[in-house]
């Protein structure tokens, strides 16, 4: 079936420094791939996604790239900042039997002034 | 802004009793899931519906049921409340319309149930 691998957290940074999240995927056919984000207290929300491969995903300065030949989307960031601590999702979905979403065990990213 | 909700954010009760968590959507969405938070921060899919009268068991077993009597409402139910229920539950809602290859999910703010 589908799975999603996200590294362990927490990733714990300094402001402006550089963030790589690793997300890795297994699945048939051609998923899209998408990035959640939770902040604390909250529910999840949509923070960028791609549909092909090649497709480059951005938003609020974060980005990543759809990889079919090495199954990965890693979320990338130039310059975090405090408010970016939360939890990041890798997700997938569309290869499944009803498009269901399959999450990744999510990653907590601290940012520290 | 995602316009799904959920009712309560919080709540704490005792043991063997009957609680409903609330979730309705106001976008038309035909699809609607129920997700079981764990404190390591896993997402357990519980319960999904493609649409009004139809309910699915996710990949994760729970005792909670869940109805789909209109296309924006879905509530999940405990009969008899336990203490291994105490969680956060977020529910969700896709357009199963046209594109389905990219169709994001939208969620609500979660209910956090604390059964003592």
């Known amino acids: 079936g589908d799975s999603v691998t996200q590294m362990e957290g927490p990733v714990t940074l300094s402001e402006e420094a550089f963030l790589t999240i690793n997300c890795t995927y297994t699945a048939t056919g051609y998923p899209s791939l998408f990035w959640y984000v939770q902040y604390p207290g909250e529910g999840l929300q949509l923070l960028l996604k791609?549909?092909?491969?090649?497709d480059k995903g951005s938003n609020k300065g974060f980005e990543a790239t759809y990889r079919k030949e090495t199954t990965s989307f890693h979320l990338e960031k130039g310059s975090v900042q405090v408010s970016d601590s939360a939890v990041y999702f890798c997700?997938?979905?569309?290869?499944?039997?009803?498009?269901?979403?399959?999450f990744g065990g999510g990653t907590r990213l601290m940012v520290k002034p | 802004e995602a316009d799904i909700y959920q009712t309560p954010r919080y709540l704490v009760i005792g043991t063997g009793k009957k609680i409903t968590l609330e979730c309705s959507q106001t976008?038309?969405?035909?699809?609607m899931y129920w997700y079981q938070q764990d404190p390591g921060m896993e997402l357990h899919l519980i319960h999904y519906?493609?649409?009004?009268?139809?309910?699915e068991k996710g990949d994760l077993s729970s005792e909670s049921t869940v109805s789909r009597i209109r296309t924006e409402h879905f509530p999940l139910t405990l009969e008899s409340a336990r203490p291994s229920h105490t969680s956060q539950y977020l529910c969700?809602?896709?357009?199963?319309?046209?594109?389905?290859?990219?169709?994001?999910?939208?969620f609500g703010q979660g209910t956090r149930l604390t059964v003592v």
């Open positions: 791609a549909t092909k491969a090649d």
């Open positions: 997700a997938l979905s569309g290869s499944n039997a009803g498009n269901m979403l399959t």
């Open positions: 976008m038309g969405h035909d699809k």
């Open positions: 969700a809602s896709s357009d199963d319309r046209g594109n389905t290859m990219n169709t994001e999910a939208f």
């Open positions: 519906s493609y649409g009004v009268n139809s309910t």
